[in-house]
């Protein structure tokens, strides 16, 4: 087995892990200035996750974690590439770059620009940049020729202008990094209680006698959470973890702003942990709601009757169905014995408020948007829905990922949105929806995208097929980058290219002679202010709100929208929010106030916004799981020691792994049958509809994770995941679910 030293996961070595980060990149001052206000009140937003901070007034000195002070150190590079650099190399020699090494060579200083042909980038003006691509935008044939991606690190102000870009040039092609995250978390939650977004604050967490944690790992990705976790195991709340790998974040964690912690000394967290096999949490989850009716029968008061009558819909047929599903089928299907099902029936229906939390290990997988409804039902049996203590918890990835969707970054825009949002602007939105993320892809194939624009992020590595990927934006003839540090997505996209850099969250923006802050929302819906306080890593840095205004004006010209008054200062564009999109009222004042303020939440209320006014019970097929002998079913997960696709460092740590992430994680038993050795090198093969794809020399790593499954780190198995193959519904690439061959390495090739 790996070496998993069953240290707790945090402790000394976290926070010396993220301090010698620093030191090679922002260098120790300028990170601990930047750290010292990291998730303040009057600081700034931690540009890591989107895990809500705690109120004003409970905030630590040190509210941040390892991954967030890595993320700002990242950030706060005080190296910096301009012409000189892309002048000394050409276009295939940056391409032979690893990730790693392309965003380690420092932050992006000065626009260039590549024309079709070119092999090398070259320094091109702000207002020059801003022409070009405005001309590109103005001379389409069609608006619907431009597709407009973004990630979710933009401020609200930022997104906001960018849809409006989009929509007053006439198109929703707005594909965006949620359509790879939490679609399918928008998608189960909008259709069966209203409201696209988690129900619970963190408030709630301080309540709830019962938290699951499903398809998460909060260790690496969310590490705040451990303390909420940690605080509520400690006052006797039961932690039930959900995962094919036995996470160590979730068994045990030091926190690093204790003496205890620093130590190493951990505190559990998880009261049980499954270790269901991959996707076999529908049959799980339903397993479960079976006992529990099975245990309403033979003793009642399990289900929540009055609630059910009152605040729900399609109860019965839901009953019903599950009644035709056996009990062993459950407990096969999902790799988790009779008994367990029976004990996790036991302590739910024994807890009074249960909150049920998850991220990527439920919703990219096909059917993930049943995953989310499952997650539903179960809550709804017992009324965990509107009250205190209890609901649902989706947590987010990008730090602002949530704000960017509420302000319009969506291609498939509501008619109350888009009339709401005409009004406001004077303009006319057009109301054919747009392509999402898979949905580009298949137009560039098809060639007819002429301009690929990215409010940052890195599409090519990020997106499912790398390789069909890549070939696709190739295809498209310029390629607009507002991005930070330069990544793969810089040197694949179109025939033309612009890099346009920008300034951090970080980091001071100034506009005229006023610093400007913006706004952000965290998982919980609420909206709050971030100001950068360090000097920018160059002096003529614009920040995205202004990239996205000048090519706007480029485009457009000032009528109805007057883009360029709009960002002197950005309390305008968040007036132009207040008046455009629902739950803003007073923005600019409330966002002032500490900690900012909480939006709208129906469900919170026991408010329903479905079409039948109430909260839906569903039916969800069990997903078949058909693998062949000798297939596995393969997850993709993320290292210690990453970012998405910005890469840190090359450790695992909690996992064992160290120098490396070309690894496959496979259980021993697996790995002996097939004849293969620990550590030998291995092909893995996907295969979907008689294709095949492959990715070579992965190291054998035996690994505590069920029969049948296996995991690799998440960009490097990209090219794996076919394009067509995703969520249902959401379309949310299935990166969690793709059937694998193993076989030995036919040579050391890389991708
Ligand atoms: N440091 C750091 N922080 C991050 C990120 C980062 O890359 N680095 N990324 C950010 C983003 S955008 C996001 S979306 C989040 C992602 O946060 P997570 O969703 O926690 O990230 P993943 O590594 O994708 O892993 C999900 C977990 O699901 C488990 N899993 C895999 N398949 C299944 C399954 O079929 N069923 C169940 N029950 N579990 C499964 C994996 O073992 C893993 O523990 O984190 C955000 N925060
Ligand atoms: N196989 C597999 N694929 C996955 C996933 C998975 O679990 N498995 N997870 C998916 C998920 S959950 C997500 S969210 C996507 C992530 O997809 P993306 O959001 O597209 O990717 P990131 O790696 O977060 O983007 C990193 C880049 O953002 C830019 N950047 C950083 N900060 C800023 C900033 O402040 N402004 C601007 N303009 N640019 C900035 C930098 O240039 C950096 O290189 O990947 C998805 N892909
Ligand atoms: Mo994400």
């Given at each position: 087995?790996?070496?998993?030293?069953?240290?707790?996961?945090?402790?000394?070595?976290?926070?010396?892990?993220?301090?010698?980060?620093?030191?090679?990149?922002?260098?120790l001052?300028?990170?601990?200035?930047?750290?010292?206000?990291?998730?303040?009140d009057?600081?700034?937003?931690?540009?890591?996750?989107?895990?809500?901070?705690?109120?004003?007034?409970?905030?630590?000195?040190?509210?941040?974690?390892?991954?967030?002070?890595?993320?700002?150190?990242?950030?706060?590079?005080?190296?910096?590439?301009?012409?000189?650099?892309?002048?000394?190399?050409?276009?295939?020699?940056?391409?032979?770059?690893?990730?790693?090494?392309?965003?380690?060579?420092?932050?992006?200083?000065?626009?260039?620009?590549?024309?079709?042909?070119?092999?090398?980038?070259?320094?091109i003006?702000?207002?020059?940049?801003?022409?070009?691509?405005?001309?590109?935008?103005?001379?389409?044939d069609?608006?619907?020729?431009?597709?407009?991606?973004?990630?979710?690190?933009?401020?609200?102000?930022?997104?906001?202008?960018?849809?409006?870009?989009?929509?007053?040039?006439?198109?929703?092609?707005?594909?965006?990094?949620?359509?790879?995250?939490?679609?399918?978390?928008?998608?189960?939650?909008?259709?069966?209680?209203?409201i696209?977004?988690?129900?619970?604050?963190?408030?709630?967490?301080?309540?709830?006698?019962?938290?699951?944690?499903?398809?998460?790992?909060?260790?690496?990705?969310?590490?705040?959470?451990?303390?909420?976790?940690?605080?509520?195991?400690?006052?006797?709340?039961?932690?039930?973890?959900?995962?094919?790998?036995?996470?160590l974040?979730?068994?045990?964690?030091?926190h690093?702003?204790?003496?205890?912690?620093?130590?190493g000394?951990?505190?559990?967290i998880?009261?049980?942990?499954?270790?269901?096999?991959?996707?076999?949490?529908?049959?799980?989850?339903?397993?479960?709601?079976?006992?529990?009716?099975?245990?309403?029968?033979?003793?009642?008061?399990?289900?929540?009757?009055?609630?059910?009558?009152?605040?729900?819909?399609?109860?019965?047929a839901?009953?019903?169905?599950?009644?035709?599903?056996?009990?062993?089928?459950?407990?096969?299907?999902?790799?988790?014995?009779?008994?367990?099902?029976?004990?996790?029936?036991?302590?739910?229906?024994?807890?009074?408020?249960?909150?049920?939390?998850?991220?990527?290990?439920?919703?990219?997988?096909?059917?993930?948007?049943?995953?989310?409804?499952?997650?539903?039902?179960?809550?709804?049996?017992?009324g965990?829905?509107?009250?205190?203590?209890?609901?649902?918890?989706?947590?987010?990835?990008?730090?602002?990922?949530?704000?960017?969707?509420?302000?319009?970054?969506?291609?498939s825009p509501?008619e109350?949105?888009?009339?709401?949002?005409?009004?406001?602007?004077?303009l006319?939105?057009?109301?054919?929806?747009?392509?999402?993320?898979?949905?580009?892809?298949?137009?560039?194939?098809?060639?007819?995208?002429?301009?690929?624009?990215a409010?940052?992020?890195?599409?090519?590595?990020?997106?499912?097929?790398?390789?069909r990927?890549?070939?696709?934006?190739r295809?498209?003839?310029?390629?607009v980058?507002?991005?930070?540090?330069?990544?793969?997505?810089?040197?694949?996209?179109?025939?033309?290219?612009?890099?346009?850099?920008c300034?951090?969250?970080?980091?001071?923006?100034?506009?005229?002679?006023?610093?400007?802050?913006?706004?952000?929302?965290?998982?919980?819906?609420?909206?709050?202010?971030?100001?950068?306080?360090?000097?920018?890593?160059?002096?003529?840095?614009?920040?995205?709100?202004?990239?996205?205004?000048?090519?706007?004006?480029?485009?457009?010209?000032?009528?109805?929208?007057?883009?360029s008054?709009?960002?002197?200062?950005?309390?305008?564009?968040?007036?132009?929010?207040?008046?455009?999109?629902?739950?803003?009222?007073?923005?600019?004042?409330?966002?002032r106030?500490?900690?900012?303020?909480?939006?709208?939440?129906?469900?919170?209320?026991?408010?329903?916004?479905?079409?039948?006014?109430?909260?839906?019970?569903?039916?969800?097929?069990?997903?078949?799981?058909?693998?062949?002998?000798?297939?596995?079913?393969?997850?993709?997960?993320?290292?210690?020691?990453?970012?998405n696709?910005t890469?840190?460092?090359?450790?695992?740590?909690?996992?064992?792994?160290?120098?490396?992430?070309?690894?496959?994680?496979?259980?021993?038993?697996?790995?002996?049958?097939?004849?293969?050795?620990?550590?030998?090198?291995l092909?893995?093969t996907?295969?979907?509809?008689?294709?095949?794809?492959?990715?070579?020399?992965?190291?054998?790593?035996?690994?505590?994770?069920?029969?049948?499954?296996?995991?690799?780190?998440?960009?490097?198995?990209?090219?794996?995941?076919?394009?067509?193959?995703?969520?249902?519904?959401?379309?949310?690439?299935?990166?969690?679910?793709?059937?694998?061959?193993?076989?030995?390495?036919?040579?050391?090739?890389?991708?």
């Open positions: 087995m790996a070496d998993i030293k069953e240290l707790a996961a945090g402790g000394l070595r976290a926070v010396l892990s993220s301090l010698e980060y620093a030191r090679e990149t922002s260098g001052k300028r990170s601990v200035r930047a750290l010292s206000l990291l998730n303040q009057q600081g700034f937003d931690c540009p890591s996750c989107a895990w809500p901070d705690p109120a004003p007034r409970e905030r630590s000195v040190v509210e941040f974690c390892e991954n967030g002070a890595r993320a700002v150190a990242h950030e706060a590079d005080r190296r910096t590439i301009g012409a000189g650099f892309f002048a000394e190399r050409s276009l295939a020699e940056l391409s032979a770059l690893s990730d790693y090494e392309l965003e380690q060579s420092g932050r992006l200083a000065e626009p260039v620009f590549r024309e079709a042909g070119g092999e090398h980038y070259r320094p003006g702000y207002e020059q940049a801003f022409e070009l691509a405005g001309a590109a935008l103005a001379r389409l069609s608006p619907d020729r431009a597709v407009f991606y973004t990630s979710g690190r933009a401020s609200n102000e930022a997104a906001f202008l960018y849809q409006l870009l989009a929509r007053s040039l006439g198109t929703n092609n707005l594909p965006d990094c949620s359509n790879l995250c939490h679609e399918s978390s928008g998608k189960g939650l909008g259709s069966t209680i209203g696209g977004k988690g129900t619970v604050t963190l408030a709630d967490f301080r309540l709830a006698d019962c938290i699951f944690v499903i398809g998460q790992n909060p260790g690496t990705n969310h590490p705040r959470m451990l303390s909420t976790l940690a605080e509520a195991r400690a006052r006797g709340a039961t932690i039930v973890s959900i995962n094919p790998l036995r996470e974040g979730l068994v045990s964690f030091a690093p702003q204790t003496a205890r912690g620093l130590l000394v951990g505190e559990p998880s009261t049980e942990y499954v270790q269901v096999r991959i996707n076999g949490d529908v049959a799980l989850l339903k397993g479960v709601m079976k006992q529990l009716l099975r245990l309403e029968t033979e003793h009642g008061n399990v289900l929540d009757r009055a609630f059910i009558a009152e605040h729900t819909s399609g109860f019965e839901f009953r019903d169905a599950l009644e035709g599903v056996s009990l062993k089928a459950c407990a096969e299907q999902s790799g988790v014995p009779v008994e367990t099902i029976a004990r996790l029936a036991e302590i739910y229906r024994q807890s009074q408020r249960v909150i049920v939390c998850w991220a990527m290990g439920l919703t990219q997988h096909k059917n993930g948007v049943a995953n989310v409804r499952e997650i539903v039902n179960l809550l709804l049996l017992r965990n829905l509107g009250r205190a203590g209890a609901g649902a918890c989706p947590v987010r990835g990008h730090s602002n990922v949530q704000g960017d969707r509420t302000v319009g970054i969506y291609e509501s109350a949105f888009l009339a709401r949002l005409d009004r406001a602007t004077g006319r939105s057009p109301r054919r929806h747009g392509v999402d993320a898979v949905g580009s892809v298949l137009a560039m194939e098809r060639g007819e995208v002429d301009v690929f624009l409010l940052g992020g890195n599409f090519v590595a990020a997106m499912s097929d790398s390789r990927t890549a070939q696709a934006l295809q498209v003839k310029l390629a980058h507002v991005a930070t540090k330069l990544n793969r997505t810089h040197l694949e996209a179109g025939q033309a290219s612009l890099i346009l850099p300034l951090g969250r970080t980091e001071r923006d100034l506009r005229g002679d006023r610093i400007q802050f913006v706004t952000v929302e965290d998982s919980m819906g609420v909206v709050h202010k971030s100001e950068g306080p360090l000097e920018p890593a160059a002096p003529s840095l614009l920040g995205e709100p202004g990239i996205v205004a000048g090519i706007a004006e480029a485009a457009l010209g000032a009528e109805p929208v007057p883009w008054e709009l960002v002197k200062d950005y309390d305008a564009i968040r007036d132009l929010i207040e008046r455009s999109i629902a739950g803003f009222e007073r923005y600019n004042e409330r966002v106030e500490p900690g900012g303020f909480e939006l709208p939440n129906g469900p919170r209320e026991r408010r329903f916004l479905t079409a039948s006014g109430k909260a839906e019970f569903t039916v969800q097929a069990l997903p078949e799981l058909a693998l062949e002998p000798g297939q596995l079913l393969l997850t993709t997960i993320r290292s210690h020691d990453q970012f696709t890469i840190y460092g090359f450790d695992d740590r909690y996992r064992g792994i160290s120098g490396e992430r070309r690894v496959v994680f496979v259980n021993p038993k697996d790995l002996a049958e097939r004849g293969f050795e620990p550590n030998q090198r092909d893995v996907s295969h979907y509809q008689g294709t095949r794809r492959t990715v070579s020399a992965f190291r054998a790593v035996p690994y505590d994770i069920p029969r049948g499954c296996a995991a690799c780190y998440f960009p490097e198995a990209n090219p794996l995941v076919p394009l067509e193959n995703h969520a249902d519904e959401s379309r949310t690439p299935a990166s969690k679910s793709i059937v694998v061959t193993l076989s030995a390495a036919s040579g050391e090739a890389a991708e």
